[in-house]
């Protein structure tokens, strides 16, 4: 049972507008960072932590409560002098900040936030006492660890289930005469498990954590709160007022419209089909063609939101990552008003902060490796969004060493993820992709944020999902650059329709270079396998019958250039139907393998959207292709 029973509303409110409040002030820490004496941003965080405070006093969220208001009170003595900002006490607020949002998690799965970590509760209040932190104090504040009692044993050797449960459950044990322990009783053994340290007599001290309820969740439980919680809320979405009038205005058209046209239907089934009526007619058809396409962009740009919302988390990420590993690194963000669909920013999440954690891990150098090589201290690492016709692109680029495509080579050969032959065969960008492969890392040793190889194969495997593509572009020295390319919307799909005897089918126009038609007597065997010469380029020719496992009764009279990151082909087809922009529908119990959804033309007819790149792999894995496609190879 919820903690907050009659409350979900409030508390929903609160969690949505308390989560953006504290991702505002992230940022403005790594910003105070830089300027620890500017009084806005001071006066900003401050104001940041009491309306967290303020709205976690409404839901009775004491613990959450006890941590704002010491770190309240450390920004109030900040911002009027009385404490100077240090790297070390900076370290023990963002800790407090972490502790908050591990709160937020808890408050989302509907229990009563565990009492804050005890060293950061300790470094606050010393802070605040006047005893300033120093490098490791929150390892030194860290409480002795309780010593269980030795466990006991019920008559006969068995196991003290009482116990056992008591642990459990936090209910007083059962004396042996049948009697409970009392409150008073059992409150010295809450108080030395609690270990939360206060300050006697303090008025900032940390409040009692008795009284809490038997359903309150175990710490442990809170680390994947948060994601929880997230997804409780991808169902919402915050949309202009303006967009939501236009949208309105839209509909009330369409309506008067659809009324002109019910008015014209009647006169017609009376016997009137005069000229006027007809160009009538035929006028209010178009209008609602117009007003129609109109509602679909105005309903599309409902969905888009600035991937700013989604940037402003990652500057924490990088200053805490860079000072764990000791170096100096500044995110530099751009174009964060840059709209992007909002499954996207979903998505988009998890690849960015593995090219985040790659760039200042393995990009950037150590300082003294950047002194030796002439570079600033202090490294750059760029994310930047922009549109560039109907896509979006990112950029997340570093000033480190740069990468190595012969090392890449060597270190996928040592690690048996190719064979030394087919190393040999690659160019610098294929080289560059092979860190995309599952359990490539160039670390030697394995650590919490790097070395088991899975950060890249998850960038790769979200950016398919997208339908997107990404690049690498690096030079040994200067510096890396990834490119991610990816489409305005998944909602809706420019298709080229290709016929395949009457039967269409529908290829992402991303995909298609051009149309050319197949001349039988300049299409050459090389290696047994077709191929066709385009603008001195030997490309092979592929029918899409043979892709499908159809019969080829006969040979293509057409072929759609077709062109990815890695690979370009000739697909053979018999004709084509002509472009349109198809609305996805996907196959959610049954999707045969290689078909990425369906849509609906004009005339009703059910057309299958193709999934180029699953139907290559497969056709690939039967040899009946002369394209050597290795699944390392990325698109």
Not at 418 to 445: H, V, W
Request: aromatic share 4%; proline share 5%.
């Amino acid at each position: 049972m919820s903690d907050f029973s009659g409350m979900e509303d409030l508390l929903q409110d609160f969690l949505q507008e308390a989560h953006d409040l504290l991702s505002d002030v992230d940022n403005k820490l790594v910003d105070l960072e830089k300027t620890p004496d500017d009084k806005g941003l001071l006066n900003d965080i401050f104001r940041g932590f009491h309306t967290v405070k303020g709205g976690a006093g409404f839901l009775n969220a004491t613990e959450l409560v006890t941590l704002c208001h010491l770190t309240e009170n450390l920004f109030d003595r900040l911002r009027n002098g009385e404490l100077e900002l240090t790297a070390e006490l900076m370290d023990v607020i963002m800790d407090a900040t972490k502790g908050v949002r591990e709160m937020f998690g808890e408050l989302g799965q509907g229990v009563q936030p565990q009492p804050a970590d005890a060293r950061v509760i300790a470094a606050l209040q010393g802070a605040l006492n006047g005893e300033l932190p120093t490098s490791g104090a929150l390892a030194a504040a860290e409480p002795p660890p309780v010593q269980a009692p030795p466990p006991s044993s019920a008559p006969g050797g068995e196991p003290d289930w009482a116990s056992l449960q008591s642990a459990i459950t936090g209910e007083p044990v059962k004396a042996a005469q049948g009697e409970l322990i009392t409150r008073a009783e059992a409150e010295p053994v809450k108080a030395s498990a609690a270990a939360t340290p206060a300050v006697a007599g303090g008025k900032d001290a940390a409040p009692s954590p008795f009284g809490r309820r038997a359903s309150d969740r175990p710490a442990a439980t809170a680390s994947n709160s948060r994601r929880a919680e997230e997804r409780g809320r991808e169902n919402t979405i915050r949309v202009d007022t303006s967009r939501l009038d236009q949208v309105l205005n839209l509909s009330g058209e369409i309506g008067l419209t659809k009324n002109r046209l019910t008015s014209l239907r009647a006169d017609i089934l009376a016997g009137k089909s005069d000229s006027e009526t007809l160009h009538a007619l035929d006028q209010a058809v178009s209008q609602l063609d117009l007003l129609v396409s109109d509602l679909q962009n105005s309903v599309m740009k409902t969905r888009m939101q600035p991937i700013g919302r989604l940037f402003q988390k990652y500057p924490r990420i990088a200053r805490d990552l860079a000072r764990q590993l000791g170096k100096d690194v500044e995110l530099v963000l751009a174009g964060e008003e840059t709209e992007v669909d909002k499954t996207m920013i979903e998505d988009l999440a998890d690849p960015l902060i593995h090219l985040i954690r790659n760039a200042v891990d393995h990009g950037v150098e150590m300082p003294d490796e950047r002194a030796a090589a002439g570079k600033p201290a202090k490294s750059l690492v760029r994310l930047e969004a922009r549109q560039e016709g109907d896509h979006i692109v990112l950029i997340i680029a570093d000033d480190g060493k740069g990468m190595s495509a012969e090392r890449i080579r060597a270190k996928a050969v040592d690690k048996g993820l190719i064979s030394e032959e087919e190393a040999n065969t690659l160019d610098e960008r294929q080289s560059l992709n092979l860190i995309f492969l599952p359990g490539f890392s160039t670390k030697t040793q394995i650590s919490d944020v790097s070395g088991r190889g899975v950060g890249m194969d998850v960038v790769k495997t979200n950016i398919q999902k997208l339908n997107g593509s990404v690049e690498i572009r690096s030079e040994p020295g200067k510096g890396s650059v990834f490119l991610i390319s990816l489409p305005l919307t998944l909602a809706i799909l420019p298709v080229l329709l290709v016929l395949l005897g009457d039967q269409p089918f529908a290829l992402p126009l991303s995909l298609v270079r051009e149309i050319l038609p197949i001349d039988q007597q300049r299409v050459q065997e090389v290696g047994g396998k077709e191929t066709l010469v385009v603008r001195g380029e030997v490309l092979p020719v592929i029918s899409l019958a043979k892709l499908l496992g159809w019969p080829a009764d006969r040979s293509p009279e057409y072929g759609v250039f077709m062109q990815t990151a890695e690979r370009s082909f000739i697909l053979g087809v018999d004709s084509f139907a002509g472009r349109d922009d198809a609305v996805i529908k996907s196959l959610e119990d049954f999707r045969p393998k290689g078909v990425a959804g369906v849509t609906t033309l004009s005339n009703g007819q059910i057309v299958l959207i193709l999934d180029m790149k699953e139907l290559l792999t497969d056709f690939s894995q039967h040899g009946d292709t002369g394209m050597a496609i290795r699944n390392f190879e990325f698109s």
